[in-house]
């Protein structure tokens, strides 16, 4: 505060957007730690991220086996990812709160949009997956099958 006229001023720290972006997806840090490090509030940290445009790079390789999962880093914030298992690239992605079939329908869309030919998808066993993936080879994951046995069992028949 101004001693001479009252006026209050706010001590506004310039952050790097891309320096948390990149803190944010390699170092692997939670919201509220990036908050903590940076000496931001949790809810400028979320604007910052969002305001990141990462440029998308359409893999050259357009046969894929396409793994597709969501990841949450806490209750109401996660991230649907499409990736190819061969070349380990993430082919798409979408921030969610939380997982539904038109996620996954939407970033298959996007995957065929662009020339994909999926070859294979490797997916949990969330209900109406296997109805929506159709049209393709679907593998639900190996640690899914261990938790259901009757799966394994009816794949092993196949």
């Known amino acids: 505060m101004c001693k001479s006229c009252g006026k209050r001023f706010i001590i506004r720290k310039d952050v790097d957007s891309e320096g948390l972006w990149r803190d944010y997806v390699f170092g692997k840090q939670t919201i509220f730690q990036l908050s903590e490090s940076y000496g931001i509030s949790p809810n400028t940290v979320r604007r910052k991220l969002d305001s990141i445009r990462v440029p998308l790079i359409i893999s050259s390789s357009?046969?894929?086996?396409?793994?597709?999962?969501?990841?949450?880093?806490?209750r109401n914030f996660g991230v649907v990812v499409l990736k190819d298992a061969t070349t380990k690239r993430i082919l798409w992605r979408k921030f969610v709160r939380y997982e539904t079939l038109a996620d996954y329908k939407e970033g298959i869309d996007w995957l065929e949009y662009h020339k994909f030919?999926?070859?294979?998808?490797?997916?949990?066993?969330?209900?109406g997956m296997?109805?929506?993936?159709?049209?393709?080879?679907v593998q639900m994951c190996q640690y899914r099958l261990n938790k259901h046995p009757a799966i394994l069992r009816r794949i092993l028949k196949e």
């Open 130 to 137: 296997f109805q929506l993936l159709s049209l393709y080879r």
């Open 62 to 74: 357009k046969n894929v086996i396409v793994l597709m999962d969501t990841t949450y880093w806490g």
């Open 117 to 127: 030919k999926i070859e294979r998808v490797v997916c949990d066993g969330m209900r």
